[in-house]
């Protein structure tokens, strides 16, 4: 087991990515904290189970990411706050490429909100934490054949909700035509 020193420094290292992924899924400021604060709390506790330490960031993300739907259960807030934060991008465009970017980003941020708590964790846990499917379905205990299926459908209702069109055709409403698709 480690000690106090480097569980202080894996804190640390992995504040920063933690919170974003429990901001990404709960899209709540306050949520997030508590979400990052219980994930670290409960990867201390159970840190003898994890047997790679490098493996720490993704399984720490994984918890952090279950943590965020439980509280989105409990608070039954599924929406992202309209304070929303963005990650800078480093690169130099024109004005006009920022303001696509950033207006590209917030479509898809309203996007993923509009997604049940558990598609907007594997969302995020995939393509924000950049997890692999194998990883994702060994940290939740599943097969990775499960994790792509539903990984799948994900995506499909974000390409949806992600169309241009009337607000109503975003709604999710179609996310009920899709799942009557696949039965």
Not at 6 to 15: I, P, R
Not at 53 to 71: G, P, Q, T, Y
């Amino acid at each position: 087991m480690p000690n106090k020193n480097d569980l202080e420094k894996l804190y640390h290292q992995h504040f920063d990515h933690v919170y974003r992924t429990a901001y990404l899924v709960t899209g709540n400021r306050q949520m997030a904290e508590d979400a990052t604060q219980e994930a670290f709390l409960k990867a201390i506790v159970n840190i003898d189970k994890l047997r790679d330490l490098e493996k720490f960031r993704s399984w720490v993300s994984v918890i952090a990411s279950n943590c965020a739907i439980d509280l989105l259960r409990k608070n039954k807030k599924l929406q992202f706050s309209d304070n929303t934060e963005t990650y800078p991008d480093e690169s130099h465009n024109s004005p006009q490429d920022i303001w696509e970017k950033e207006e590209t980003n917030q479509e898809l941020q309203e996007a993923i909100s509009r997604l049940n708590a558990e598609d907007r964790s594997l969302i995020v846990l995939r393509y924000f934490n950049e997890l692999s499917i194998k990883e994702i379905a060994s940290l939740n205990d599943t097969r990775p054949g499960t994790i792509k299926s539903r990984l799948f459908r994900a995506r499909e209702k974000l390409k949806i909700l992600m169309q241009p069109g009337d607000k109503e055709k975003r709604h999710l409403d179609k996310e009920k035509k899709i799942h009557n698709q696949n039965k």
